[in-house]
């Protein structure tokens, strides 16, 4: 369950010059913001709107499919190595990271329930590469390749590197050890994977990288590590019912889509997801590339040049009280921070009485947990001393349940910025630009003019 509490970012509470009059904005946009919502719904069933990952909640097929495969693989890998770059690795990377077990990869076979490991090759560095296949044995290594598009240079050059490794160690029956996430009907990855004879999964039509988590592009990865799936993908179902309501103030992400917008048109064009939990931290991850990659749009849907977008920044609460916060507090009044909060962490660790006749002799008797709360609350407080404005979301445990919850809630807070900001909020052209470049580069064919081009511009800069 998620609650929001958005009063620290109300005028009531940090002043009319950086707050908002939230109940007199929610009131003056409440019909606009219906219609947002009301119209998204109507839409999310059209090819060409990029929106089926407003239905992934209710795709039971591929749920199903999903867990027979695991089931058919269970206890024949002790690792999996998931290849993918942006949407493809971060909503998988920042879910396992928060659902299983701390420290996951270094526990032993047992305290994992014979379940296998889990590494996400998300970047194209030679010594994180070579690395990880130094530590690796392939032969009980299951390799999940995901691209959409197929093509994608950085995870195909990492498949070919691992896919002549398997080949070398493994011989004809590396095959076995290779599954595919990528387009049903086109794209490089899926012409090989056929011909190669690989398990796939398919990434639906009109689903965005960034808004695939809880596609197979997730599930997958998921389900070989033991998470329940079908407790996510209730808690996307239960959640969605509620961000149907065209009442903002019955609509969680709507308020947060409403009141990011305005306070960007404040001046607070960088929003900051600050979790306090370190199993969070990776949400944080994920949160920027959403943010970023929807919302900074160069023109909107009427052709004007906006240059929209507030710039995301990522923090982890307590760790960054100490390197971040004083610029929050004394710095420019150009941020909005978005705190999450646990309210019931797994575990319970107790400070002990020791040191009792020392300056530190108060924290004795104490929890970890009551401090790291302490820690979000004082942090909220004191930013409300320096005039910052603030969101709060709490979700009372981490679970799966929880955390689909909480992305959705996200995803669905992000499409409701983007009608506000009036921009496309599903295409990246800036994106593609550079993608361009780079198969220039690196001698794409096609791409000859763009690689003359790109050299003379090279010389210059």
């Known amino acids: 369950m998620l609650k929001l509490n958005c009063k620290t970012a109300d005028s009531s509470v940090i002043g009319e010059e950086h707050g908002l009059n939230l109940e007199l904005e929610f009131n003056n946009y409440a019909e606009k913001v219906a219609d947002i919502i009301k119209n998204l719904n109507q839409r999310k069933d059209k090819p060409g709107e990029r929106l089926q990952w407003m239905n992934l909640g209710y795709n039971e097929e591929t749920v199903w499919y999903v867990k027979e495969f695991a089931s058919l693989v269970e206890g024949r890998f002790d690792n999996i190595l998931v290849l993918g770059i942006g949407g493809s690795a971060l909503g998988g990377l920042a879910v396992t990271e928060a659902l299983l077990k701390p420290y996951w990869n270094f526990l032993t076979k047992e305290q994992r329930n014979n379940l296998p490991r889990i590494f996400f090759l998300d970047n194209i560095d030679p010594d994180s590469i070579n690395g990880i296949l130094d530590i690796l044995d392939l032969k009980k290594t299951l390799v999940n390749v995901i691209t959409k598009s197929g093509d994608t240079a950085e995870t195909m050059s990492q498949y070919m590197i691992i896919k002549d490794r398997m080949e070398k160690e493994l011989g004809d029956d590396y095959r076995k050890n290779i599954v595919a996430t990528t387009d049903k009907k086109m794209g490089i990855l899926r012409q090989l994977a056929d011909q190669e004879g690989y398990k796939i999964f398919y990434v639906p039509d009109d689903v965005g990288g960034r808004f695939s988590v809880f596609s197979s592009v997730g599930l997958v990865p998921f389900a070989l590590v033991g998470l329940d799936i079908d407790q996510l993908i209730n808690g996307i179902k239960d959640i969605d019912l509620e961000l149907k309501n065209t009442d903002i103030h019955q609509n969680i992400a709507a308020q947060c889509a409403l009141i990011q917008y305005l306070m960007d048109k404040k001046g607070k064009n960088i929003s900051v997801m600050m979790p306090y939990s370190s199993r969070l931290k990776y949400i944080a991850d994920w949160y920027a590339q959403l943010w970023a990659e929807s919302l900074g749009k ?133 994106v593609e630009q550079a993608k361009d470049y780079t198969y220039a580069l690196m001698g794409r064919a096609g791409y000859e003019g763009s690689a003359d081009t790109l050299r003379q511009k090279m010389e210059i800069v």
């Open 298 to 430: 160069g023109v909107n849907r009427n052709g004007e040049n906006v240059s929209a977008g507030q710039t995301p920044v990522k923090a982890l609460g307590a760790t960054d009280q100490h390197s971040q916060i004083q610029l929050y507090n004394e710095g420019p009044n150009d941020k909005i921070i978005t705190f999450i909060r646990v309210g019931d962490f797994d575990t319970t660790l107790e400070i002990p009485r020791i040191f009792e006749y020392t300056g530190i002799g108060y924290l004795g008797g104490k929890t970890i947990n009551d401090l790291i709360n302490a820690e979000a609350d004082s942090t909220r407080v004191s930013l409300t001393d320096y005039h910052k404005p603030t969101i709060t979301i709490t979700i009372d445990k981490i679970n799966e349940y929880n955390i689909a919850q909480l992305l959705y809630m996200f995803e669905v807070e992000t499409a409701i910025a983007g009608e506000l900001y009036n921009v496309n909020a599903f295409d990246q052209p800036g």
